[in-house]
């Protein structure tokens, strides 16, 4: 169900949402929505409280109001629609009219966020009061009645509302209360009529105040979920990932984890290396093999179309030469994500690793550079090494946490140049039947620039790179410099680690 809003969201905010327990009280025009959308996003628990059955003035604008269920309770209607968009979910339905009595019937500890979408004023102070007592997150709605431009409503602190005679009344018993900092939605605009028997009301407005408090909550646990979240990223960079295996070896041996794992080609290598807990092993997957005609050259080149071997690199390495600890990094609770890049988009992706014994093909594709590896097939998508559309997935990271630690393999003041023109024609050549990923690789270097300066300018980013110039090539066979290169990651880690623990320290 949430496949749909996994890019957007996050896996660590759908988790979240798993788990959130939402009250919702009110189940009219605005709440039935409210909770329509909350089931759809996949909310695990929750407690929906009206008193109500539902009549037929009740079809023009209410979700629940249906010739089938009219005279029925709005509180099971509602649980039966939400089961039967989430069997998994828990509903708790209340049918009570609030007011200073009833209210001690609800247990408040267990929310995670209060929806007041009820009409009286008695019992939105009474909901209110409560929410406040057990230091809930609450919103209120106000006035969506006699409206006709949903494009009005805006969700502000009921301080600061004005024009809404609901959200006015609300506003001045609360002040008598000394009650603050209390969210609510209300409209700008004026009432549409101004003598009637019977609330007005359509279809469209109430329905667009309920899906904006739904997208309002979510968005404000979202940022629950960020403010307490810390991501690594991992530069790629071909051989120069023994750089980042020496940084990820010391951060191991000094018991350094992290929520999420983002790496490109060598760096999601190095990576899986780190969700297994193996030190050592970054270094010597990439290194003890590299002169091995079997493993990385020419002739494999020739005979595969990947200059490395993808049979020997992700499939005997890993099972025979140096066994990879598969147990440890399924069970491992931070996911590696693998950055690859969509052939036929040309946009990057994200595709994570939930069992490496399968997944290894994830971090195959991250790794296959154009020119030098053949494209990756998988699930009926084309894909090459990540850096094309993304070389440092620092800002798909920042998504889902207040903070990112990088790791790069490139110096202070590298600026990546525009592609070699003699290359760029062999790449346009060879991938004429993708544009758009030409356009990316055409592009890559902009890219890059602009992502270093959004990092380098923000304070919750922790930058780990080499403290002097790499002297190895993408494609290094020689072992003493590429040894040099993992020392030096793990002394600049080493050198960084006490301004680094006070960065993950910090709130």
Request: charged share 25%; glycine share 6%.
């Amino acid at each position: 169900m949430e496949e749909r809003s996994l890019p957007i969201l996050g896996e660590e905010t759908i988790e979240y949402l798993k788990h959130a327990h939402i009250a919702v009280f009110g189940l009219g025009g605005v709440g039935g929505y409210v909770v329509e959308a909350l089931a759809r996003q996949g909310v695990g628990t929750l407690s929906i409280i009206d008193f109500d059955t539902i009549s037929p003035s009740n079809k023009n604008r209410q979700i629940l109001a249906l010739e089938s269920t009219l005279g029925q309770l709005k509180t099971e209607v509602c649980k039966s629609r939400v089961l039967d968009i989430n069997p998994n979910a828990s509903v708790y339905a209340y049918n009570l009219r609030i007011n200073d009595e009833t209210i001690n019937e609800i247990d408040f500890s267990a929310f995670d966020y209060v929806v007041d979408c009820i009409d009286d004023v008695t019992g939105k102070i009474a909901i209110i009061k409560k929410a406040k007592e057990y230091g809930k997150k609450i919103i209120s709605s106000c006035g969506t009645a006699n409206k006709l431009d949903p494009m009005k409503f805006q969700i502000k602190d009921i301080s600061k509302t004005s024009m809404c005679p609901l959200a006015k009344k609300l506003r001045l018993e609360l002040k008598k209360l000394d009650i603050e900092d209390v969210e609510v939605l209300y409209s700008l605009e004026e009432p549409v009529v101004k003598e009637f028997d019977t609330l007005p009301s359509v279809s469209f407005v109430p329905s667009v105040a309920g899906l904006l408090i739904a997208g309002h909550i979510i968005l404000k646990l979202q940022e629950e979920v960020r403010k307490k979240r810390i991501h690594l990223v991992l530069e790629g960079g071909g051989m120069k990932g023994v750089y980042t295996a020496g940084v990820l070896d010391f951060l191991l041996e000094q018991n350094i984890d992290f929520d999420t794992i983002y790496g490109v080609s060598a760096g999601a290598c190095v990576g899986a290396s780190f969700v297994s807990k193996q030190i050592t092993r970054g270094y010597h997957s990439l290194v003890d093999y590299i002169n091995d005609p079997a493993c990385a050259s020419k002739r494999s080149l020739t005979k595969t179309g990947n200059y490395f071997n993808k049979d020997f690199i992700y499939y005997k390495i890993p099972n025979e030469l140096i066994p990879y600890d598969f147990e440890t990094a399924n069970h491992n609770p931070h996911r590696l994500y693998a950055t690859v890049t969509n052939v036929e988009t040309g946009k990057a992706e994200y595709l994570p690793c939930l069992d490496y014994k399968t997944d290894i093909e994830y971090i195959c594709a991250s790794s296959s550079l154009p020119m030098l590896a053949e494209i990756q097939w998988l699930n009926g998508k084309g894909y090459l090494d990540g850096g094309i559309a993304d070389s440092i997935p620092y800002l798909e990271a920042k998504k889902n946490a207040k903070k990112c630690v990088v790791v790069m393999t490139k110096p202070k003041g590298y600026v990546c140049q525009k592609q070699n023109p003699i290359l760029a024609k062999a790449i346009q050549l060879k991938y004429r039947k993708y544009p758009k990923l030409l356009k990316a690789l055409e592009n890559r270097h902009i890219h890059y620039n602009k992502t270093v300066s959004l990092m380098e300018r923000d304070e919750n980013a922790f930058i780990i790179r080499p403290s002097i110039p790499l002297t190895i090539d993408r494609l290094e066979h020689d072992k003493k410099k590429l040894e040099e290169a993992y020392q030096l990651g793990y002394n600049d880690a080493k050198e960084s680690f006490e301004a680094l623990k006070k960065f993950l320290e910090q709130k």
